[in-house]
């Protein structure tokens, strides 16, 4: 048996985790320079345009080392946002030790250190690479510096390489095999193996990655899930090549797949503790979170007819993406649609975005809403994420939302103007710690109705790009809650309403007034933009009749938003939907929500 390794890549956006991870899959002989094709490793369109990981790949390198002793090394890929970072935590705890990944010009960034306490957490090893030594602007020495200084690593045991030139390749999994510890666990104990990712196959069903922590599983074995109890008889195991591998077990240490005729996804949990039925382990691998959802939207298709094609859709794609959750909804302005759960806001426009690409939907997507908690006069308690169902205001005895612990890392000149931010978005019982010299924590107590528009965008800007940002949810507060409805020419379109603080209710119907005023077009007749609570109108805008000479002028607002219309209207598919006299783009729908 081949001694074995896993390992992950960590690395800020663009400091070549992709391209390195290609570059070893080469190095292994799993392809050859034909086969080879740029970032084999993501493999949606999205990943690749946005360039983040979305669903964690596995897969497992042979490798013969200089000392002449083979090695199986399993690189197990995680993905790269707070959303998903449940998963990235189940990721790298099937690990050993980790690549942490510096760009050569650009240096240590916020990202690499929020990466670096993520692999801390698992107590593991960690190699520093130097990465892009090829550029003319490489400066190696100041980002060794760094790496001693604002890490706290030893520069000695930095490896320098280029993953796109090939330089320095071997050297990175001499280190591997060297400097990261083989896995414990002996295939002698019960059977515990922990699942870290699973996705769908249309013949076999759930293929589930884990990593064997102890004992050995077989073909024929009745496995167990320790998170509900599903027994399930294992048909195939194997480990991840370029396609799967079957073998005739998996034993303590090594990484591959189980495959048990499961037909739904939704009963494979990340992070569950897989044992053998008539052996089974007593405790649950460390760590197990059940996923739940928690920000709400729903979609419609544009044209109601498209509704069964819809419903089609989003079971298929249900059945590639467990985190999704949906049911029947309707709306007075947009008809039959599905009222959907997601894990943060860019899962949603993830889901968004492969409905429209690989399912081929045309949809409108409404404000994203949390669960809020009523308590009413009639000593119910009533949990509420669609607008649609606001409690009659009259029963309301009090009100509750989820709070979230927001952690926020950044060079320390941004601390003013992420204190700021923080206030605005009704932050509370700021904390600072200072991880290493330079550098602040920030943590606040904050709603996370706040974060899910567009918080982590507007970190960005205040930061320079610097400050990374992760949030857990601590518990429901109470709150002060109003129902925001948008008029449109006198016509409550029931899918823009919104459930807000009242200390930020005007301000939200500004905004959405003055975004809607951007997003519709104008008409053969004046159109009026109003906010209300309860009847009594908050904000409004107005819409001037069309005049011949303005068509160019038609849509206003920034370059990338013009830029976007037309990309969308390029797709000969400028989607609009009629509420009363008025037709409204699709893109008004989303857009009330988006920063600047
Ligand atoms: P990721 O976001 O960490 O996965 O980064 P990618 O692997 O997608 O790389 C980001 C960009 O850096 C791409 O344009 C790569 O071609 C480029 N890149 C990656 N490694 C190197 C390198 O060693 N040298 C140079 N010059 N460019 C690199
Ligand atoms: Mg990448």
Redesign the pocket.
Same mark, same amino acid.
């Given at each position: 048996m081949p001694s074995i390794r896993n390992f992950s890549i960590i690395?800020h956006?663009?400091?070549? +985790?992709?391209?390195?991870a290609d570059r070893l899959i080469q190095h292994a002989g799993l392809v050859d320079e034909r086969q080879f094709h740029d970032?084999m490793l993501d493999t949606m369109d999205i990943e690749r345009e946005r360039?983040i990981t979305i669903k964690s790949n596995t897969i497992t390198l042979p490798y013969t080392g200089r000392n002449g002793e083979t090695y199986a090394l399993n690189l197990i890929d995680t993905p790269g946002h707070v959303d998903f970072s449940y998963e990235v935590s189940r990721a790298l705890a099937s690990c050993e030790g980790v690549l942490l990944?510096v760009d050569a010009s650009q240096g240590v960034e916020a990202q690499t250190i929020a990466n670096l306490y993520a692999a801390m957490e698992h107590d593991l090893v960690v190699i520093p690479v130097i990465? +892009?030594i090829?550029?003319p602007s490489a400066d190696v020495d100041r980002v060794k510096e760094e790496i001693e200084n604002e890490l706290a690593l030893d520069s000695e045991q930095v490896i320098l390489?280029?993953? +796109?030139?090939g330089i320095g390749i071997e050297d990175v999994l001499e280190a591997i095999v060297e400097r990261i510890p083989p896995p414990k666990g002996s295939p002698s104990e019960p059977l515990a193996a922990l699942v870290f990712d699973a996705h769908y196959d249309p013949f076999r069903g759930a293929v589930v990655a884990c990593r064997v922590v102890d004992g050995v599983v077989r073909p024929g074995d009745l496995i167990r899930f320790l998170s509900n109890g599903a027994v399930h008889k294992v048909e195939e195991v194997g480990i991840f090549g370029l396609k799967r591998e079957s073998r005739k077990s998996l034993s303590a240490g090594e990484v591959g797949y189980i495959i048990a005729g499961i037909k739904t996804v939704s009963d494979v949990n990340i992070g569950d503790t897989i044992t053998l039925d008539r052996m089974p382990v007593e405790k649950p691998l460390p760590g197990f979170r059940e996923v739940k959802p928690v920000v709400f939207s729903s979609i419609y298709p544009v044209s109601s007819d498209d509704y069964p094609s819809l419903a089609d859709a989003l079971e298929k794609y249900k059945l590639n993406d467990a985190a999704l959750v949906y049911q029947k909804d309707s709306s007075a302005a947009l008809g039959q649609g599905f009222r959907c759960g997601f894990l943060g806001l860019l899962h949603l426009e993830i889901v968004q975005e492969r409905l429209e690409r690989e399912y081929d939907q045309s949809i409108i997507m409404t404000v994203p809403s949390v669960q809020y908690r009523f308590k009413l006069d009639t000593a119910e308690t009533v949990i509420v994420e669609n607008p649609q169902y606001y409690p009659d205001p009259t029963r309301i005895v009090s009100a509750e939302e989820p709070f979230i612990r927001a952690s926020i890392l950044c060079p320390d000149r941004y601390m003013g103007a992420v204190m700021k931010l923080c206030s605005e978005r009704r932050g509370e019982n700021p904390r600072f710690s200072v991880p290493t010299p330079g550098r602040v924590e920030i943590v606040f107590d904050m709603p996370l109705a706040e974060v899910i528009f567009d918080f982590y965008d507007r970190l960005k800007t205040v930061t320079q790009g610097y400050g990374s940002f992760d949030y857990e949810i601590i518990e429901y507060r109470e709150s002060n809650l109003a129902k925001l409805d948008i008029l449109v020419n006198g016509e409550k379109v029931d899918a823009l309403s919104l459930i807000v603080h009242r200390d930020r209710a005007r301000e939200w119907a500004v905004q959405v007034c003055e975004r809607l005023k951007e997003e519709i077009p104008r008409h053969q007749f004046k159109i009026a933009i109003q906010g209300a609570i309860g009847g009594k109108i908050i904000a409004r805008s107005t819409i001037s009749a069309f005049r011949k000479d303005v068509t160019a002028k038609c849509y206003g607002g920034d370059i990338t938003r013009k830029r976007k219309l037309l990309e969308k209207q390029k797709k000969g598919k400028k989607r609009m939907k009629m509420v009363g006299a008025v037709s409204i783009p699709q893109s008004a729908f989303v857009a009330v929500l988006k920063a600047e």
């Open positions: 690395a956006i663009d400091h070549g +985790k992709s391209t390195l970032q360039g990944l990465n +892009k090829d550029l390489c280029s993953a +796109k030139e």
